[in-house]
């Protein structure tokens, strides 16, 4: 199969499932800013989004995309360690046209992955799981470790009462601000390299991308981020 | 004399000899061609095309290249172009003119038939790179672009950017890695061929030195071409590249191959001037600057003064006092008169005191007019990779003050002496490209050097070794373990044995730039018979030095740099002298050999059709005597042999 | 007068393939201006041979830039810090009086080294023989001008032809990556009519040798193309990802 025997293959397998990682994000983020308007509204889509047949297969393949990209991810940085020989480089100086997040997408892919971990405890450990599990509600204590507020239980479909409670803690505030920092230079260098890998660049479009691939990273991350730095100061 | 040499030039008229010759040779069929090896020696244009062209046809090739891969041959640094005769400008060019051009450019010392053939085949060169996807530069309308050369009228010049060369080479090693892949070529790279085996008077095979083990190997075939280029590096400093030498050509020489023309060197007159003793080569500039540029020095000596001492810049000196010294003497064909003319004409001015740079050693080329005629934009388009070259070396903006340049070594015409079917005197050898003497008789215009590798490898010896290989059919493949393999490694290990042993302490580099500076002073652009004898003289000297003091450090096995270098300045040294002797003996200037006994009141060269029209073929006599002269005549049967004229 | 500098030569020495390599440091003095970078390395070669050592290996050839030959990685860049140019055509003038110059081989596991600073890369020429070319027998052409190329298409396949084969790609991608080197192929023959017919093949051959000869996956870094010393741009990759995913589409 070409796609895990080529080289261009593998990189194919990273553009696509990447690809479909930043359009999870987009839905992701969409999300998020409806809380800022209305509870209601965000609860409705979490409803939506709770243990129902379609969810749960979006959820699977969207859990197979972050596999997919976290194994092939490894596998290539494994074969290019291997590639780049056993002597490395007395002296090194990169180009000032390298973009720094391009030579360390795994790391911070890493850093990524890791505190999406956390985030999945949030998230979705208390709310679809424990849905799927047949929990109608959970502490949300859990999600607000040292936030001075007493906290009750909340509706596994409360989504929103899991937001303010996960963002009154600050430590948490500022851990996922790293995590979207993180994410903005994985974006920055995914979303074009997506797109070149998948030979949709030429000269021209080359800058363009690039534009684009920061103005939606921009984007992206500062929805997020908007959203866990209200919902701090509202638990004020 | 005892020898007769055959050219083998076929009956009939000029215009269908090769016609002719290629409708009545013999032919191999395609079940024998499977059985006849052929050893090709060298990857530059001559060698890759044939060693490709010989892989398609069936042949089992085998091809040697002195670097780590063909691509890098020399033949990729050539910048300007090449030659054909298309007339797709519609400006009169034809078979026959770009023939006439090169006869006559040659001065009249080349062989027609040969040239015809050039000629001829120089419009297949231009379909097939074509085809194999070079980007030659094209109009707006998707048609193939051409420019001028010197010595010509028409623009037949087909190029890509300012890397024609190069274009051209990696189409002809990519066919040749087509052949490779195919199995019908075997590649060996980063080996140097030390040795022509020669078994009952027939050239069987080579002994090649691997460059990485400093291990001696043999390889046998049924035939060797050798297309190892020219020996420029006789000079030390020259356009040639670092590994460029005459080596090969030198052990076919010392075997029994004749050596012909050897004093016919092109000094090409746009290179960079020199800047220092610790300079390793001189650069080229294009000679398509030439189509824009105006060459000048200044008509006072007082202005030439000041710029020699920096006291004045060129720009300081107004159009009324510069001299454009080519198109002044020219008028016909101003700035691109030949190489030749061009490169005397700078020196004769420099020797008069008019040189520009520090050293007195350079005259301008001037961009000013171009520039104001046509614009910065599109000077740049035509020579923006020539001009950050130039700035890169010698940190001067060319579009701001004028370019300094100064002749040097550039090419050799002269070579192992071949018949028409590229053969040599030995039986079995075929020399093509630059390593042999046919078609640019005593001096070579621009752009055709990639004409003739090409048209030598792509088309001439497929045709012509075929004649040879016909009667080998039945000839078995032979065995490396031979007496005359064995003598043949035992001379190049008793040659390097002795080299290693000299355990002097003067470097290879300080004999080979001594001796080149006695080759530059006495046989480059003017020579004398005095000076000439004086150079045998001292080439002797430094002969005797050279194998008494040189030190080579390290092993014999393994990689040394220093012994291979060494090697080969031992054959430069052989290779000095042959030129300096046949030079002696030419007592006439023609083309490339200027005696200045033998000039006009003007200082144009002043040939002896009489007594010098003829071929000079060097044969080998041994160590310590000097070689002998065989002459071959060169009848004029098509062309009338007139003085060179590029005045009006 | 033109200017002279003093500095501290670093560089890498290696018997051979198999031995250990280290670095050795050299002190050069009063060396011109309009020095290049290798005549530089000859006037220690001849320093260090006239002293009875080992001169330093170092390949080398047509010394105006367009054989490839060169290949060194001076103070963390192939070909040296000035960019747009090859070792040959690195002068001295560019480099700070009292500075330490560090000198290595390509550093790769598809380029293995020599000795001291002369590396293997034969590698590219199996690349090449695996697919890059037109497959046209000498004597079928057909006029050139039959075929016509728009002078922008004819000039884009020159811009990706002008790759000189150095490994300065390989050499600068953190990943060991050869695909700027095999774009540039692909790039020219797929551009141009004559080379579309087997365009496909071209691509997935090429690409799979040079896997094979253990080269890295491109991660788009750019370090490639921003290294190259004749300019060979980025975008040739997206044109050999192209190629080469239509073709497996295809099949």
Known sequence: MWLSSSTIGRKVVMSISGLFLILFLTFHVCMNIVALISADGYNAVCRFLGANWYALVGTLVLAAGFFVHIIYAFWLTMQNRRARGSERYKVVDKPKSVEWASQNMLVLGIIVIGIACFHLYHFWYNMQLQEILGNETVNVAACAVGAGQALTNASVHDGYAFI???FSNPVVVVLYLVWFVALWFHLTHGFWSALHTLGWNNNIWFNRWKVIANVYATIVCLGF??????????SL | MSTILDSKIPEGPLAEK?????????LVNPANKRRLDIIVVGTGLAGASAAASLGEMG?????????????????????GGINAAKNYQNDGDSVYRLFYDTIKGGDYRAREANVYRLAEVSNNIIDQCVAQGVPFAREYGGTLDNRSFGGA???????????TGQQLLLGAYSALSRQVNKGTVQLYTRREMMDLVIIDGRARGIIVRNLVTGELERYAAHAVVIATGGYGNTYFLSTNAMSCNGSAAVECYRRGAYFANPCYVQIHPTCIPMHGSFQSKLTLMSESLRNDGRIWVPKKLEDAKALQAGTKKANDIPDEDRDFYLERRYPAFGNLVPRDVASRAAKERCDKGYGVNNTGLAVFLDFKYAIDRLGEDVVRQRYGNLFQ???????????????????AIHYTMGGIWVDYELQTTIKGLFAIGECNFSDHGANRLGASALMQGLADGYFVLPYTIQNYLADQITVPRFSKDLPEFEEAEKNVRARIDKLMAVQGDETVDSIHKRLGNIMWEFVGMGRTKEGLQEAIKRIEAIRKEFWTKVYIPGEKTGMNTELEKALRVADFIDMGELIAYDALHREESCGGHFREEFQTEEGEAKRDDANFSY???WKYKGGGEAPEMVKEDLNYQFVKVQTRNYKS | MEKTINFTLRVWRQKDAHSKGYFEDHQMEGISGDTSFLEMLDILNERLVKEHKEPIVFDHDCREGICGMCSLYVNGHPHGPEGGCTTCQLFMRKFEDGSTITVEPWRSAGFPVIKDLMVDRSAYDKIMQAGGYVSVNTGAAQDANAILIPKKVADEAMDAASCIGCGACVAACKNGSAML???????????LPQGKVEAARRAKAMVAKMEELGFGNCTNTGACAAECPKCVSLSNIARLNREFIKAKLAD
């Open chain 1, 164 to 166: 303010a409670a996960t």
């Open chain 2, 59 to 79: 042949f089992k090739v085998l091809n040697f290249c002195i670097q780590d891969s063909p691509r890098r041959a020399h033949s990729i640094a050539a910048q």
């Open chain 2, 615 to 617: 071929v000079a073929c």
């Open chain 3, 181 to 191: 080197f095999v774009a540039a192929k692909v790039s020219q023959l797929a551009l």
């Open chain 1, 225 to 234: 981020a908007v959203v866990a730095i209200a919902f701090y100061f509202k």
């Open chain 2, 18 to 26: 090769w016609t002719n010759y290629k409708a009545h040779q013999k």
């Open chain 2, 153 to 163: 009228q028409v623009s037949r010049t087909f190029y890509a950017k300012g890397q």
């Open chain 2, 389 to 407: 070259m130039y700035e890169e070396i010698t940190d001067e903006n060319p579009y701001k003050t004028p370019m300094m340049i100064y002749p």
